[in-house]
């Protein structure tokens, strides 16, 4: 089935550095969803991207829909504590279709 | 701003009891989805639900998951039969549906703990 393979498993940074993670998959999606989830909730949707090629921001995070549709990339630039978290990627095929997620990059940051 | 609301917060339930997870979607939404995710891991895909019939389910959605929405407002999953392995974080998801661009929103999960 299709799977996405997300990278890296988890980071460790410095308040106030960028952060940079990524998702790859054997197949094409037309569609990337970033998620965050903090311990005990619900994942919250970060940044939904359609088109191939698409580069969205949303503050501080930007999220690019690679030209393959096999990938895509989240920057978190500046990073502050509440950044804390898991990063999921997310791919779908049609924009109502169940969306497959990836297994995560825990991030944390060293005061 | 509206939110997808999920009941109770946390459930222990015995091994072979029946359990009713509750969910509330947001109010315009079309498309019904249930996740759960096992304690450490990735979320997974259960079913997805619209026009009140499954559009799409999973090989874990067995015989011993159903799904309703009983009334205009509800969205519910039962599981006839818990077992142990069934024992996870599992997740209402909504979206809007046609041609505007729709995002899953998720609820904020029901901790079930089967012993």
């Known amino acids: 089935g299709q799977q996405l393979n997300q990278s890296p498993q988890s980071m460790f940074i410095q308040e106030g550095e960028d952060v940079s993670m990524n998702c790859t998959s054997s197949s094409i999606f037309n569609t990337w969803l970033w998620y965050k989830q903090d311990p005990g909730e619900g994942p919250v949707l970060l940044i939904a991207?359609?088109?191939?090629?698409e580069l969205t921001s949303n503050g501080r995070l930007t999220a690019q829909f690679g030209i393959t549709r096999k990938d895509s990339f989240l920057n978190i630039s500046a990073s502050i504590p509440s950044d804390v978290g898991i990063y999921f990627c997310a791919g779908g095929m049609n924009r109502d279709d169940k969306i497959i997620f990836g297994k995560g990059t825990r991030l944390h940051i060293l005061p | 701003e509206p939110e997808v609301t999920q009941t109770p917060s946390h459930q222990v339930t015995q091994m072979g009891q029946e359990v009713i997870l509750r969910c509330v979607p947001i109010?315009?939404?079309?498309?019904f989805y249930w996740y759960r995710q096992i304690l450490g891991q990735k979320v997974e895909f259960l079913v997805s639900?619209?026009?009140?019939?499954?559009?799409?389910k999973s090989e874990i959605f067995d015989d011993q998951f159903s799904v309703e929405r009983p009334d205009g407002s509800n969205f519910t999953l039962k599981i006839r039969s818990t077992k142990l392995e069934d024992s996870a974080m599992y997740f209402c998801a909504s979206s809007a549906g046609g041609a505007s661009i729709t995002e899953a929103f998720f609820g904020q999960g029901t901790r079930l703990t089967v012993v």
């Open positions: 991207l359609y088109k191939a090629g």
């Open positions: 109010s315009n939404h079309l498309y």
């Open positions: 639900f619209y026009n009140n019939e499954i559009s799409e």
